[in-house]
């Protein structure tokens, strides 16, 4: 494949020193690259041909404070990149490609755990280097002028510890089972089980694992925090038939269906609570209905889940439930205790 070498002699020497950065290894305990095996690399993967000569002084330039590159001085000389120098070089990485990994580091930080992210650190300290070689800031400012604002996520997730992490993580990569203790909701004392992983979930902050246990085949969701020991078993997950955790999601296990079937909901609200659910529908089949009194009246075919009804017990005394005669009879019952509960003297 031919190479984009530049017309004069100054850009064929940029181009080949980038080239030279990219050929570089990075595995600190290894021996480097010779200059020898330098120059077949740049001919066979770039087309680019240089005596030996040329590529030493290509690396001489290339040296500290340029760029943390080492000779490690054995016969023949390795060249590599310094323990802990990035995994990409700034050439590599162009000021779009930079601005992705800022808006991930700035907004998935929090959404997931720290041995999650451990990969992406070289990639995001160069993120972070290149605006340097954007001099008007634009990128920098970009990300300063975006935030997330979670309404529902007020809660401090609890601590996971990374080592446990990290297996879990193994285990799913490698689809491998696991040994685990594990402390159930409820429980004083955790339990042990073999647990054989099938997928992964993250939902408000807080890693689910999805899995089987011993020997069964139904689904049971662990939470990251509550395992207290995990070894990875040289033994295979037992694979379930045509499961999938898109539809596993689909189905709202993690909303906590109430009844199997969907519902034809019906509800009615003030049209400054109501007025966004133009704009974000409960379903494709939503009726968006103005009753002409400044209320509104909202219809729409629902999964009927306990997440649902919180989110309708949000809009308190401002949200009356029409259909389904079931639930409308619940939420009046609700409502009855609730007012009991207040009649109260404290």
């Known amino acids: 494949m031919p190479s984009p070498v530049g017309k004069t ?13 990219k050929i570089l290894p990075h595995d600190s305990r290894g021996t480097g690259i010779t200059v020898k095996q330098i120059q077949e690399v740049l001919a066979d993967r770039y087309d680019l041909h240089a005596d030996e000569r040329t590529i030493q002084r290509d690396l001489q330039s290339l040296l500290p404070p340029a760029y943390p590159i080492v000779c490690d001085h054995s016969k023949p000389q390795g060249w590599k990149w310094e323990k802990g120098a990035h995994n990409l070089d700034i050439y590599s990485m162009d000021p779009q490609t930079a601005l992705t990994f800022r808006v991930v580091d700035k907004f998935m930080r929090p959404l997931l755990p720290h041995a999650a992210l451990a990969a992406l650190d070289p990639y995001l300290a160069t993120a972070r280097a290149v605006p340097g070689h954007d001099p008007d800031g634009s990128l920098t400012a970009w990300t300063d002028k975006i935030q997330v604002f979670h309404r529902s996520n007020f809660l401090i997730p609890p601590k996971v510890d990374e080592q446990i992490v990290a297996i879990l993580y193994q285990a799913l990569y490698e689809g491998k089972r696991l040994r685990a203790r594990y402390l159930a909701k409820g429980r004083t004392e955790p339990r042990e089980y073999e647990v054989s992983p099938q997928g992964m ?3 408000d902050n807080i890693p689910y694992l999805i899995a089987t246990l011993n020997e069964h085949t139904d ?12 070894e990875l078993l040289d033994k295979t997950v037992t694979p379930l038939p045509d ?53 509104v009246e909202v219809t729409a075919h629902v999964a009927d889940t306990l997440q649902l009804r919180f989110w309708l017990n949000g ?32």
């Open 9 to 21: 002699e100054a850009g064929s020497a940029i181009h080949r020193r980038i080239m030279i950065l």
């Open 201 to 203: 979930i993250i939902t």
């Open 219 to 230: 689904l049971t969701q662990l939470l990251f925090p509550r395992f207290i020991s995990v």
């Open 243 to 295: 499961f999938s955790l898109e539809q596993y999601l689909q189905e709202q296990s993690f909303s906590y269906p109430v009844s199997p079937e969907p519902i034809r909901l019906k509800i009615r609200l003030p049209e400054g609570r109501g007025w966004h659910l133009k704009e974000t529908r409960l379903s494709l089949d939503q009726i968006y209905d103005d009753l002409g009194n400044g209320m």
């Open 315 to 346: 809009f308190g005394a401002d949200l009356e439930v029409m259909e389904p005669a079931e639930m409308r009879e619940d939420f009046a019952a609700a409502a009855r205790k609730l007012a009991r509960n207040y009649r109260k003297k404290l």
